[in-house]
């Protein structure tokens, strides 16, 4: 099973949700050989619960993931953490929708919940938790406590990082998990369907739960794919973001 384990539905943190968007993602996705991807949207994304609330109405729900014209979307959100940096959290709907409920008192920028209380509390879901983009210069998470960021299940090998700092930062990565005993997994961190097939991640076997996901990865029975186009795939959706952006605000 080819999977994205890092993408977003809406273009940007402000606008709302849009099903026809979220559509053509689908669709990007599908066309680029993904069988599944992971939706981790940033918590404190606009109307976060309506977005999950058109889903629910609209596409089928089996395991932890939406049936979307073939391709499974499983669940999840992009969390940040007081002390800088992003947790990807995977797994049931409605266990996302429990932690989000919990983590609303830490939606502001000057008040979000620390890293050891994010784990603490995802302890008690049977989720996937992935560090993002773990090198990246504005929210890294190099200064964690070690012994905290082993109990993460692994760590994002992250298309905008890879087109920003060059390949080479794949094996920085790598070698930043190898430390803390953890896999390298990838994520296209995908707001726009042109980066999807950026990377990838090519699974053993064909996984209907964020669990089951969870155990291929620590296994290892997968391969972490990079697309040799992945500069103009991540250039071009920046090009075209920045564009619709631009366009909805003269709009």
Same mark, same amino acid.
């Given at each position: 099973?080819?999977?994205?384990?890092?993408?977003?539905?809406?273009?940007?943190?402000?606008?709302?949700?849009?099903?026809? &968007?979220?559509?053509?993602?689908?669709?990007? #996705?599908?066309?680029?050989?993904?069988?599944?991807? #992971?939706?981790?949207?940033?918590?404190?994304?606009?109307?976060?619960?309506?977005?999950? %609330?058109?889903? %629910?109405?609209?596409?089928? $729900?089996?395991?932890?993931? $939406? !049936?979307?014209?073939?391709?499974?979307?499983?669940?999840?959100?992009?969390?940040?953490?007081?002390? !800088?940096?992003?947790?990807?959290?995977?797994?049931?709907?409605?266990?996302?929708? /429990?932690?989000?409920?919990?983590?609303?008192? &830490?939606?502001?920028? +000057?008040?979000?919940?620390?890293?050891?209380?994010?784990? /603490?509390?995802?302890?008690? &879901?049977? !989720?996937?938790?992935?560090?993002?983009?773990?090198?990246?210069?504005?929210?890294?998470?190099?200064?964690? +406590?070690?012994?905290?960021?082993?109990?993460?299940? @692994?760590?994002?090998?992250?298309?905008? %990082?890879?087109?920003? $700092?060059?390949?080479?930062?794949?094996?920085? !990565?790598?070698?930043?998990?190898?430390?803390?005993?953890?896999?390298?997994?990838?994520?296209? /961190?995908?707001?726009?369907?042109?980066?999807?097939?950026?990377? $990838?991640?090519?699974?053993? #076997?064909?996984?209907?739960? #964020?669990?089951?996901?969870?155990?291929?990865?620590? @296994?290892?029975? &997968?391969?972490?794919?990079?697309?040799?186009?992945?500069?103009?795939?991540?250039?071009? @959706?920046?090009?075209?973001?920045?564009?619709?952006?631009?366009?909805?605000?003269?709009?």
């Amino acid at each position: 099973m080819n999977i994205d384990l890092h993408t977003h539905g809406k273009l940007a943190k402000k606008t709302d949700f849009s099903m026809d &968007y979220f559509l053509s993602m689908t669709r990007e #996705a599908k066309e680029n050989d993904l069988q599944a991807v #992971a939706l981790t949207e940033h918590f404190n994304t606009r109307n976060f619960f309506d977005m999950l %609330d058109q889903l %629910d109405r609209e596409f089928e $729900y089996n395991g932890d993931h $939406y !049936v979307v014209s073939g391709l499974k979307v499983f669940s999840g959100m992009e969390v940040d953490v007081a002390e !800088v940096g992003h947790i990807l959290v995977i797994g049931n709907r409605a266990d996302i929708r /429990d932690l989000r409920g919990q983590l609303e008192p &830490y939606s502001g920028k +000057d008040s979000f919940i620390p890293f050891k209380e994010l784990l /603490d509390r995802t302890d008690n &879901y049977d !989720v996937l938790r992935i560090g993002a983009h773990p090198m990246r210069e504005s929210t890294p998470l190099t200064h964690h +406590d070690p012994l905290q960021l082993q109990r993460l299940d @692994a760590l994002d090998v992250n298309a905008k %990082d890879l087109f920003q $700092y060059g390949f080479g930062m794949e094996g920085e !990565v790598r070698r930043f998990a190898d430390q803390l005993g953890l896999p390298a997994c990838a994520g296209s /961190d995908s707001h726009q369907p042109l980066q999807f097939g950026s990377v $990838y991640n090519q699974l053993q #076997a064909d996984c209907d739960t #964020a669990a089951q996901i969870r155990d291929e990865i620590r @296994a290892g029975r &997968y391969s972490l794919e990079i697309s040799q186009c992945l500069n103009v795939k991540v250039k071009a @959706a920046q090009m075209m973001k920045e564009l619709l952006k631009k366009s909805m605000v003269v709009a």
